[in-house]
């Protein structure tokens, strides 16, 4: 499992740093993240369907991937159109269908994927068009990966007390500390690294909340599979799962990187 975890990490770290950092001749993160986040919703969507829900999968795509382009293709004000017509076109789709019990909640499962996964996602996006974007994405990313490593091999190593047997048995708040050790390193050293306006306290303090944030949306991710009873959300990516299960933790962290650019930066 840690063999096939590394490898796989070895593969396709180099692709994501790649595209983080050319953006000619094409936006090349605006791609990977579009099709990272198709297969995600995907995968979200098959999950919803293990529960017996069944959501509108190929219109919560369509508009998952609306969301995630949106920065790079369309109008900086298109996102409460985005929003709007998700939440009111949707349900005329469900009127016409012949199964009725239920539609409610489908309506529910598909805005999820296109709010959770698209909207998320697209901060990445957004991200990476400010000035010093591609090292503010660096910074979300490996900060992000730092904490779970971190968590992931501290919590094997030292891990007793569990943090959330209910959701998910493995953690523990011995690795959740670890995370947090992670990134506050890996936070300071690339402040420095890639010049970033931050200083040490800055530095310090936006790897903490990136840190909490992405656990937060790890341990969102262990709820979701608890509820629909699947144990990961695919198998493409040997040792880590799915392509959900690979970004859990990078949606929430990426969204609080962007705040702070937005606000303080």
């Known amino acids: ?22 953006d000619t001749p094409l936006p090349w993160l605006t791609i990977l993240a579009a099709a990272w986040g198709l297969l ?28 995630i382009i949106s920065p790079q293709y369309l109008p900086g004000d298109a996102a409460p159109l985005l929003f709007t017509s998700a939440v009111v076109l949707l349900p005329i789709a469900l009127l016409f269908r012949e199964r009725k019990e239920g539609a409610f909640l489908d309506w529910a499962w598909t ?25 503010w994405v660096l910074f979300a990313l490996i900060v992000t990966f730092a904490s779970d490593s971190m968590a992931y091999f501290i ?9 959330a047997p209910g959701i998910s048995p493995k953690k523990t708040w011995e690795g959740a500390i670890g995370g947090l050790a992670g990134a506050v390193i890996a936070g300071v050293l690339l402040a420095m690294l890639l010049d ?13 909340a990136a840190s909490v944030f992405g656990q937060v949306g790890d341990l969102f991710e262990s709820l979701y599979k608890r509820y629909t009873g699947i144990k990961d959300s695919g198998t493409w990516l040997p040792g880590h799962g799915g392509f959900l299960d ?17 606000y303080f930066a």
């Open 155 to 163: 919590g094997r190593a030292w891990g007793k007390h569990k943090m």
């Open 40 to 67: 995600a919703a995907f995968e979200f969507y098959k999950g919803a369907q293990a529960r017996g829900a069944n959501p509108l999968i190929f219109p919560g795509l369509a508009w998952a991937l609306l969301f």
């Open 111 to 135: 805005l999820a994927g296109i709010f959770y996964i698209g909207w998320l996602l697209s901060h990445y996006v957004s991200l990476r068009g400010f000035y010093q974007g591609r090292e």
């Open 196 to 208: 970033l306006p931050l200083g040490y306290i800055g530095a310090i303090l936006l790897a903490l």
């Open 246 to 262: 690979r970004m859990d933790s990078v949606l929430f962290a990426g969204a609080v990187v962007y705040f702070y650019v937005i």
């Open 1 to 22: 499992m840690l063999k096939n975890r590394v490898i796989t990490s070895i593969v396709l770290l180099p692709v994501l740093l790649a595209a983080v950092w050319f």
